[in-house]
């Protein structure tokens, strides 16, 4: 069994792939609860030119048709913003798992209220490369977002 | 300038493309506040074996990529899931104009709270195609909501 930190380090190489693409730097991956792996992905915005392509949307349209989410883990890079925070909430993703939520905060404490299991690891890895992609890409970062 | 049954009968022409392809039948278009066409779209869990691409991501995929969308309005066949209504508050889509709420309720008090305009036009053709379906095709319309 997969621990957090080996399912954060997918997710965190997803991100890191998306960023040598030139993309917004946002990985993801989905699990089962005992650690096999299901889907894995990254923003993929700048890649297809397909805004709706968020990470977590990504690694679950990796992983393929389920007739349900209940027994499965998301783990992401980043908080999940309310698109991604929606789809975890309407299929029944049972817990997120979220690499860092300092330079975004996205709906995980809804998440929480709603009975999903959040585990937030605070990684520095994950906060450095949203920090400087921030940094550096402003423009694209709020259009990924919708703010501008 | 489209009234809102005429923007409604571009989304269920996707929806009926849909049903017509074997799929789930929910459709939907993404318009500017006049009433301009950005992008429609259709459910594809079916033909593309893609659970990430419901009516309304499909629409807003279709649209391609903007700044912001606060001058948008999404039209949708069925009241929005919480996947697709988290789609609406993240990207600041103004409006959203509903056909029927009646087989599914989903999100759309919810985004009504948080300040998005919500118009449900209880139209009777958009409920007569989702009763049919999810009579029919049971297993199928739970998958698409993560129930079973």
Redesign the interface.
Known sequence: MRDDESMLAIAREEALLGKAEGGVPIGAALFTVDGQLLGRGHNR?VQD?????HAE??A??N???????RDTVMVTTLSP???????V????ISRVVIGEATTFHG?HDWLAEHGVTITLLNDEACTTLMRDFIATHP?LW??D????
Chains 1, 2 share one sequence.
């Open positions: 915005r030119d397909d805004p709706s392509m949307t990504a679950f349209r992983a393929g048709r389920r007739p349900h989410y913003c309310w698109y991604c925070s929606g789809l909430r309407q299929f029944g709906g423009t709020f259009e977002i919708g703010k501008d």
